[in-house]
């Protein structure tokens, strides 16, 4: 179990704060900034990845040091002459940066040591493995200690602490306190929102409910609706409102305009109660349960099924568990940036050793929670400058008040997960890729084989999806049907992982990708599809109502005799928050 205080600094913030009183931080920071005070210590950065594992040709060393110096010679020369060198950070390109020498210069110094770092590691000689992961420790420091997050380095937070006459520093200040009490650092005016008034807000009742998921009904906005229901199981990673934030950027509501009768998994954000809940649980007790009630408020043999990220890895065993029992319980499914063959698992890979789950597993793989804080941060290290750093120079230096805006409240509401749950995902499916193999992991009493999965699938992945690489989730269309690939439908979006799921026509943004041609390669899929102009979710309504059945008379109520309404959707699972 996680005793952490939940007024306690968070890591980033600590580290950040830690970064300003340390001395050994300053001369790390002075290695960087001012060459002209300390050049960098080559032989200690060598002992450092000796002591990783890695391995520097002398004659490598020897001509990056070279390269440095002709640099740095060169970069000496444009500041004694007057003249602002060049910087492509867009942190700091900027006038205030850029009409100063003096921070110009540091600013151009910073890159060139950055440039350097980055070049040692490059020329390590040591698996693909260890070189990603020294190279995102590399990073991570490089980032940290980027002149733009210390007041006495960020031109742009001097200025505007003169203009306001010091109030920029006072709310800073304030805003720095805030989040300590909080937990986090805010990427967003939490003010702005709450759960079932501002986001989560379409219309419906919970149910069902059990100790792991409560089941939302959505209430009918046509006066027909297709005979088959649709059932949506999201990430339990995050809250199920990504798919509901507000009615312009809902793809529930867009389901049920559409004329789908839509049920929803709400799952429960973890506590000491479910500590010991494991992956067989989430399957069996929770989607497998969620398909048979679907199935008997609705009256229909069959349902559509519709997974997100590791929401479609959970529908995809619990489909294959019922195979397995002789049921075939869904007449379509589809996989919004999903894995099932974990063969390239992006940027998280930094993450995925036997050493490190091990460790997990130690911790919390029979007993305890994962912290959704732990989550956050880990996935803010992914992307330090957007999801971290930004923030604490906008928020901090220079009192920004963050804007409001739904995607990034969402993103701010972690989750817990069960650790025996979550250490069985990291091991079998993350580090081992056993579930693309038939018969090689038992979940439920049955043994897992995923090409007997045999219904028509749509399989969506965003192109530039650091979480979800698409061709790891173009593989999937290997696997289901593979006797049929004809029955199978991929589409490619634009953007990342969020942004290009939630992707409304109405707004006419970005494009997706479409060739009904499906090979074994990603990348001549590409080579051969189409662009076409703003969302994929038209092509999914399509493909949707297809297998949707007849229309009949829309349910006049939610639930049934059986399964009356417990309360109005969100319901109270979604609204508990992780602190």
Not at 534 to 543: A, K, V
Request: net charge neutral.
């Amino acid at each position: 179990m996680n005793t952490q205080n939940p007024h306690s600094v968070p890591p980033v913030v600590s580290a950040w704060l830690n970064q300003l009183s340390d001395p050994k931080t300053w001369q790390t920071w002075q290695t960087l900034q001012m060459p002209a005070a300390g050049q960098l210590d080559v032989q200690s950065i060598q002992k450092q990845l000796g002591d990783l594992g890695a391995k520097l040709d002398p004659a490598d060393v020897a001509r990056l040091q070279r390269d440095y110096a002709d640099q740095f010679a060169s970069l000496w020369q444009t500041a004694i002459s007057s003249q602002i060198p060049a910087v492509t950070d867009r942190r700091m390109s900027a006038p205030a940066w850029q009409s100063n020498p003096f921070f110009a210069f540091h600013a151009a110094a910073y890159q060139l040591n950055a440039r350097f770092l980055t070049s040692m590691v490059d020329a390590v000689q040591s698996t693909d493995k260890v070189k990603q992961k020294l190279r995102f420790a590399v990073q991570q420091m490089i980032d940290a200690l980027s002149p733009a997050n210390f007041l006495a380095t960020n031109p742009e937070a001097q200025q505007k602490i003169i203009e306001t006459h010091g109030e920029s520093l006072t709310r800073g200040i304030a805003q720095l306190f805030a989040d300590l009490q909080k937990g986090r650092v805010s990427q967003t005016d939490e003010t702005a929102f709450e759960v079932g008034k501002d986001v989560a807000t379409t219309a419906g009742s919970v149910v069902f409910e059990n100790e792991l998921f409560q089941l939302i009904q959505y209430a009918p906005l046509t006066k027909t609706v297709h005979a088959r229901p649709l059932l949506i199981v999201p990430p339990c990673i995050n809250k199920f409102y990504i798919l509901d934030l507000q009615p312009q950027n809902s793809l529930v509501r867009y389901t049920v305009e559409q004329g789908n009768t839509v049920f929803l998994v709400s799952w429960r954000n973890a506590d000491a109660s479910m500590e010991t809940a494991t992956w067989d649980q989430y399957v069996d007790d929770a989607v497998v349960r969620a398909i048979h009630v679907v199935q008997e408020i609705s009256g229909q043999d069959k349902i559509n099924a519709l997974g997100f990220c590791v929401g479609g890895t959970i529908l995809s065993c619990a489909l294959a568990v019922l195979a397995a029992r002789g049921e075939d319980p869904v007449a379509s499914l589809t996989l919004l940036t999903a894995f099932l063959n974990f063969l390239d698992t992006g940027a998280i890979d930094v993450y995925i050793d036997d050493v490190q789950i091990g460790m997990r597993e130690q911790m919390i793989g029979k007993s305890g929670l994962m912290a959704g804080r732990d989550f956050a941060s880990a996935f803010s290290s992914l992307r330090p400058n957007d999801l971290l750093w930004n923030y604490v120079e906008s928020n901090y230096l220079k009192g920004e008040t963050p804007q409001a805006f739904d995607l990034l409240y969402w993103n701010a509401d972690s989750t817990n997960l069960p650790g025996p749950m979550f250490c069985y995902y990291l091991r079998h499916m993350y580090l081992e890729n056993a579930l693309k193999e038939p018969g090689k992991l038992t979940i439920a009493g049955e043994k897992i084989d995923l090409y007997k999965l045999n219904m028509p699938a749509f399989i969506y992945a965003s192109r530039e999806d650091h979480i979800v690489p698409w061709a790891s989730a173009y593989a999937s269309t290997s696997i289901l049907n593979a006797r049929k690939p004809g029955n199978n439908r991929f589409v490619l979006g634009a953007s990342g992982h969020i942004a290009g799921v939630i992707n409304p026509p109405a707004k006419k943004k970005r494009s997706y990708w479409t060739n009904d041609k499906i090979g074994a390669d990603p990348e001549a899929w590409f080579a051969g599809a189409v662009e076409h102009p703003g969302s994929w979710w038209t092509e999914w309504s399509d493909f949707l109502s297809r297998h949707a059945g007849k229309q009949v008379a829309a349910p006049k109520k939610a639930g049934s005799a059986k399964y009356k309404a417990i309360e109005p959707a969100p319901g109270r699972y979604v609204k508990v928050r992780a602190e």
